[in-house]
């Protein structure tokens, strides 16, 4: 545990999601942020980073668990409203640096990689050309989603 403690508090010191955002921040609270991934092979990508160091899902608090999954569910109640994708996929892998994130990633049967992970073979060179919505037309549906999820 205190081996576990010290890797942490050196990997701050060098880590880029604390140095910087991670992508352009469509919006944040004390806890989390929301950052747009600016691939134009993956357009309308987005990530949901946790703003410390944290592991795994199950070293949060519940409390703080369920508000982290009340941004990521949100986020992807307002891609799917705003986009029409054919698919979502979540993902968390958190391999490479020491903060919780999850992917949220529109997909469509005819994207560079479907079906298989955005991180696996592509499967086709042309792929249709998309338009991401508007980041304003976005976070006016992410924040009546987030609303919303925390009324229910
Ligand atoms: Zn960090």
Same mark, same amino acid.
């Given at each position: 545990m205190l081996r576990k403690k010290r890797e942490l508090i050196v990997a701050q010191s060098t880590c880029e999601l604390c140095a910087a955002?991670?992508?352009? $921040?469509l919006w944040s609270n004390g806890n989390c942020r929301v950052v747009k991934v600016d691939d134009p092979v993956l357009p309308g990508f987005w990530r949901v980073i946790w703003h410390?160091? $944290? =592991?795994?899902?199950? #070293?949060? %608090?519940l409390l703080a668990r369920n508000d982290l999954m009340a941004v990521v569910f949100a986020l992807e109640a307002a891609i799917r409203e705003c986009w029409q994708p054919d698919k979502i996929n979540l993902a968390s892998l958190g391999n490479v640096v020491p903060h919780l994130h999850w992917h949220v990633i529109p997909r469509w049967? #005819?994207?560079?990689f479907f079906p298989e992970?955005?991180? =696996?073979? %592509?499967?086709?060179d042309v792929i249709p050309s998309r338009t991401a919505p508007e980041d304003g037309t976005l976070l006016a549906a992410f924040l009546r989603h987030l609303e919303q999820g925390a009324r229910s």
């Open positions: 955002s991670g992508g352009a $921040v410390a160091h $944290v =592991g795994e899902m199950t #070293d949060l %608090p049967r #005819d994207d560079r992970p955005i991180w =696996g073979k %592509p499967q086709r």
